[in-house]
């Protein structure tokens, strides 16, 4: 039998939970004996040529392109698991939530303290993916199987909640992990 | 600071003895004055009563009839409660509106009207109504509400407005309101007519203790909804240690479509006072405190006269009734307009001078209350209830009712019905029968004890009963016709709780809201079938992890309607395609970002249709 495929992918996320997933160390090698990557920034392979059996999604929507690639990750995983803060809740992207849509782009690219910006554009390039009007938690565009909280979940979190998914066994996260204080 | 303010705030501290226990009433009387309760007026508040800073905003905060910003002169607040809206609420403000040339929450450019809403104002069976400062005006209509705004405009007294009075005491000279009683049914508990001072002389020939053995023989409960055993209640009062003890009567009536209280307050005030005073002789207590909602402030000079006679005639004050040693004086509280306030914890909170915030129990009052002191809080029907059990005996009261609710009820009715009203009706009476008494011929569902309580199901429901056993209630019955989309009333009663949440509990401030939003989506047809486990779920946690009856009863109109009207929910919910939610919509979302872009989404298409 072949090896289940993960695939994993960053939104609008800074990349810190891929970091910490990288953080398991030498257990790096336990887990490709157990799985095979597939989809994902690791592989740097671009489509979903086959079904995967878990999901990783890093960050929260904040633009289309996001929407798209969540909705892809929807249609090709069994399991879906929003990794981090900002997949689960948001995160630092959704603090612009409360701020409309153009002042934050006033404040990013014209008025800011620390915009150099001569010609006073705005990027509009017609493939720029567009900006959703708020950025949203994952789990309000598509149906979400499991929540790893933490900023990032450390990398014990993400390996116990992998292996115990992996071996079909119920995930037992203790205190330790889901504390954060 | 200008003198006017600085005069006015001294003016209003002084006649409080600047005590900043009195911190609501001052608050008040600043509003009253200023038309608003300013940063200055709140550092010259705390420099008068020796309070901190911010002891006095946080009352100015917490409490809707208080300000910061300058309000009119005549403040419009229109009850906005679900049955309002089924009775043209919507119309009403309208006419409002356009006549004002101001929205809700705005006013006059020349500062005269200032438009706004309030939840329930208890004229339910009257219903539009609206609170013109301190005047209730009820029966509004589109006409009737130009007609106001152009009066006022001439005079600039509400008080004007009424033209023609209402039924029973709503015509006394220091009432003259045009509320009316709509008493529908008298019963024999609490209409009965007046025997001044044979309650309290019957009561002063018992011990304290005897008098409280005769409350538990009649097996009285709270009328306010929880219905705790007054005797019990009593008792562990006179037991508490501490030389100061006090009587609370809660006239917060606050739940929406309740308004039995304002009846019993207007026609038999005196019995409510007799009671306050019998429960102070049992418990050993000199000082009583009526905490009269601020929607009732028409009400209050009407009620000091009363207990001004009362005084007059020895049955209030000094060696009452002759009885030397036995002093015992009320004085009333006024609210403003918080809900939460109804919880006793809140009141006693609220009493102090301070927000409305629920304290933690145990202590319970009755230990620990106000200012620390013993203190026995019961609602105005259960008083009115003593002083029946003590004219008439234990016996005759608990031959009313049930074995385990015994005596009457009052309900107060109001919705899809022929004689919505009060009606007094024996504890232990079946649904069906009321709903024949009050003429509601097609009723498809009636929510039992405001929204906090729950809703039935016709018909399978209406062989229950009202009593403590079975459908307990602080008095409100609300009765839907088939042509009410349950989930508008779902809805209301959600608004209702998170604007009336105090805040303390994230659960209860959190939640709510987002009950709310959950809600919002399956009513526009956009939910999910998970959407009904979330809300499940949720409101499970809220109301384990409130700590006041407020937020552990506030998921209740969507758990009871959950549970007895599931059908309605899953008839507006269906899986999303793919495991897509349904209730995002990606159009939606980037319409902002093309129109300062200037062009559409050339990504939507493959998005979509991927």
């Excluded at chain 1, 603090?95 to 404040?107: A, M, S, W």
């Excluded at chain 2, 609490?190 to 023989?217: C, H, N, Q, Y």
């Excluded at chain 2, 009493?351 to 319970?364: L, S």
Aim: net charge negative.
């Amino acid at each position: 039998m072949s090896k289940p495929k993960v695939a994993t992918c960053s939104l609008a996320g800074c990349f810190g939970c891929h970091m910490s997933l990288l953080d398991i160390d030498e257990r790096i090698l336990e887990l490709v004996d157990l799985i095979e990557f597939h989809k994902t920034p690791l592989t740097d392979i671009k489509r979903f040529t086959a079904r995967c059996a878990v999901g990783l999604v890093e960050g929260g929507c904040a633009n289309e392109e996001n929407v798209e690639v969540l909705r892809t990750f929807r249609r090709h995983c069994d399991v879906l698991i929003s990794l981090g803060d900002c997949a689960t809740m948001g995160g630092i992207p959704a603090l612009r939530n409360f701020v409309p849509l153009e002042d934050c782009l006033r404040e990013a690219y014209l008025a800011g303290p620390s915009v150099y910006n001569p010609g006073g554009d705005v990027p509009n390039d017609i493939e720029l993916p567009l900006l959703l009007d708020k950025v949203r938690p994952c789990h309000e565009v598509v149906k979400i199987d499991y929540f790893l909280p933490g900023c990032p979940p450390s990398a014990d979190t993400i390996w116990a909640a992998l292996k115990a998914l992996l071996s079909g066994e119920p995930v037992e996260l203790p205190y330790q992990l889901i504390k954060y204080d | 600071m200008c003198e006017a303010l600085g005069r006015a705030v001294r003016e209003v501290c002084g006649a409080l003895d600047n005590d900043p226990t009195r911190m609501v009433d001052i608050v008040r009387g600043v509003q009253q004055k200023m038309g608003c309760v300013n940063e200055e007026a709140i550092d010259a508040i705390a420099h008068w009563t020796g309070a901190q800073r911010v002891e006095v905003a946080s009352v100015v905060d917490f409490y809707s009839f208080f300000s910061r910003e300058k309000q009119g002169k005549v403040v419009i607040r229109l009850c906005d409660d679900i049955i309002d809206r089924f009775s043209g609420f919507a119309a009403v403000r309208e006419a409002f509106e356009s006549e004002l040339g101001i929205t809700l929450g705005q006013t006059t450019p020349d500062g005269l009207i200032t438009l706004d809403r309030t939840p329930c104002i208890g004229m339910c069976d009257q219903a539009p109504a609206a609170l013109i400062n301190d005047v209730p005006v009820t029966h509004l209509s589109t006409d009737k509400a130009r007609r106001i705004v152009r009066e006022l405009r001439t005079h600039g007294d509400p008080k004007k407005l009424v033209k023609r009075v209402g039924d029973g005491n709503n015509a006394h000279p220091l009432i003259h309101s045009m509320v009316e009683n709509n008493v529908r049914l008298e019963g024999p508990v609490i209409f009965t007519p007046e025997r001044r001072g044979e309650a309290i002389t019957k009561a002063l020939a018992m011990t304290p203790a005897e008098v409280i053995r005769a409350i538990k023989t009649s097996r009285l409960r709270g009328r306010g909804g929880a219905g705790f055993p007054v005797g019990m209640k009593w008792e562990f009062a006179r037991a508490a240690r501490g030389e100061r003890k006090l009587i609370f009567c809660n006239a917060d009536e606050g739940e929406p479509g309740t308004f039995k209280d304002r009846v019993i307050l207007t026609e038999r005030a005196d019995r409510v006072f007799a009671g306050m005073t019998i429960a102070a002789y049992a418990v050993g207590a000199r000082e009583g405190i009526m905490y009269l909602r601020g929607e009732y402030a028409y009400l209050l000079a009407f009620l000091e006269a009363v207990l001004e006679r009362r005084r007059k005639d020895g049955l209030l004050g000094h060696n009452i009734m002759g009885r030397h040693g036995f002093d015992f004086d009320v004085r009333i509280q006024l609210g403003a307009g918080s809900y939460v306030c109804g919880e006793e914890t809140s009141l006693l909170s609220s009493c102090e001078g301070r927000p409305g915030e629920p304290k933690t129990r145990p202590p319970f009052p009755v230990q620990k209350g106000y200012l620390g002191c013993p203190s026995v809080v019961n609602n105005v029907e259960t008083l009115a209830c003593v002083t029946k059990i003590l004219e008439e005996g234990a016996a005759s009261f608990a031959a009313y009712g049930t074995q385990a609710s015994s005596g009457t009820k009052l309900l107060s009715i109001s919705g899809d019905c022929m004689r919505p009203g009060i009606y007094e009706v024996p504890m232990g009476i079946a649904l069906r029968e009321v709903l024949d008494l009050c003429g509601a011929d097609e009723p498809s569902a009636v929510q039992i004890g405001g929204p906090s309580g729950r809703m039935v199901v016709a018909p399978d429901d209406f062989d229950r009963t009202i009593c403590f056993d079975d459908l307990a209630t602080g008095g409100a019955v609300m009765v839907f016709g088939p042509e009410r989309d349950l989930l508008d009333v779902v809805a209301a009663f959600m608004d209702f709780f998170v604007e009336e949440s105090c805040g303390y509990c994230t659960p209860c401030r959190v939640g709510n809201v987002l009950l709310r939003e959950r809600l919002e989506v399956i009513r526009q047809g956009r939910g999910e079938p998970s959407d009904l486990k979330y809300l499940e779920e949720l409101g499970a946690m809220i109301k384990a992890t409130s700590r006041c009856g407020l937020g552990q009863m506030s998921p209740n109109p969507i758990t009871t309607t959950l549970k007895s009207f599931r059908s309605i929910y899953e008839a507006r919910v269906s899986p999303g395609a793919h495991g897509f939610r349904r209730s995002f919509d990606l159009e939606e979302a980037v319409a902002q970002a093309e129109r300062i872009a200037g062009h559409e989404s050339v990504h939507r298409q493959e998005v979509t249709h991927e």
